[in-house]
């Protein structure tokens, strides 16, 4: 059985990455997040190239009201969601549902779903994805999606243009306050 090394930790300028695959330990306040108006901030944990999570993918996501995880979309993959914080809608099949701290949703395959902050703010919540190749994504015109800015015009399967005119942010440092 081969050993497997231990990543290095590098500092990207808006926070720490492994470089390389290999088993890490990272607080959470250390680690590069993203930061987008339209998305809110999250953290992946992951680096780029080797460094990235090949089996699945896992984030934190600190949304204020209002701001919504991604766009109202279906996938190929399962989707699992831990909300930590807060409160949100989610909607899920062109219907609302309302969340709050500990509830957990559950999404199989092209279940079509986007989760919303609600409340006073920050919604948190842990995020855990399939990674299969990624052979469908689809983008479905909803009502329900659109009424909280969180849908797309008109049914695509293209990511650029359901998000086209959202501001898709950048990496940032973490800013006290987004985590309980």
Same mark, same amino acid.
């Given at each position: 059985?081969?050993?497997?090394?231990?990543?290095?930790?590098?500092?990207?300028?808006?926070?720490?990455?492994?470089?390389?695959?290999?088993?890490?330990?990272?607080?959470?306040?250390?680690?590069?997040?993203?930061?987008?108006?339209?998305?809110?901030?999250?953290?992946?944990?992951?680096?780029?190239?080797?460094?990235?999570?090949?089996?699945?993918?896992?984030?934190?996501?600190?949304?204020?009201?209002?701001?919504?995880?991604?766009?109202?979309?279906?996938?190929?993959?399962?989707?699992?969601?831990?909300?930590?914080?807060?409160?949100?809608?989610?909607?899920?099949?062109?219907?609302?549902?309302?969340?709050?701290?500990?509830?957990?949703?559950?999404?199989?395959?092209?279940?079509?779903?986007?989760?919303?902050?609600?409340?006073?703010?920050?919604?948190?919540?842990?995020?855990?994805?399939?990674?299969?190749?990624?052979?469908?994504?689809? #983008?479905?015109?909803?009502?329900?999606?659109?009424?909280?800015?969180?849908?797309?015009?008109?049914?695509?399967?293209?990511?650029?243009?359901? #998000?086209?005119? #959202?501001?898709?942010?950048?990496?940032?440092? #973490?800013?006290?306050?987004?985590?309980?």
């Amino acid at each position: 059985m081969n050993e497997v090394r231990e990543a290095k930790l590098v500092d990207t300028g808006a926070g720490l990455a492994p470089e390389g695959d290999g088993w890490f330990v990272l607080n959470t306040k250390d680690a590069v997040w993203d930061a987008s108006e339209d998305f809110g901030r999250f953290t992946r944990w992951e680096g780029e190239g080797d460094a990235k999570f090949k089996e699945y993918g896992i984030n934190i996501s600190s949304l204020r009201p209002g701001q919504k995880m991604c766009m109202y979309h279906g996938e190929d993959a399962q989707e699992d969601f831990l909300v930590l914080a807060g409160e949100g809608v989610l909607i899920v099949e062109g219907e609302e549902r309302p969340l709050r701290a500990w509830d957990f949703v559950h999404c199989p395959a092209w279940t079509r779903h986007v989760l919303v902050a609600a409340g006073d703010g920050p919604f948190v919540v842990l995020a855990a994805g399939a990674r299969n190749g990624r052979k469908g994504l689809i #983008y479905p015109r909803d009502e329900a999606a659109l009424k909280h800015g969180a849908g797309a015009e008109a049914d695509t399967s293209e990511g650029r243009e359901a #998000y086209a005119g #959202y501001d898709m942010g950048g990496p940032a440092r #973490y800013v006290e306050g987004d985590l309980p």
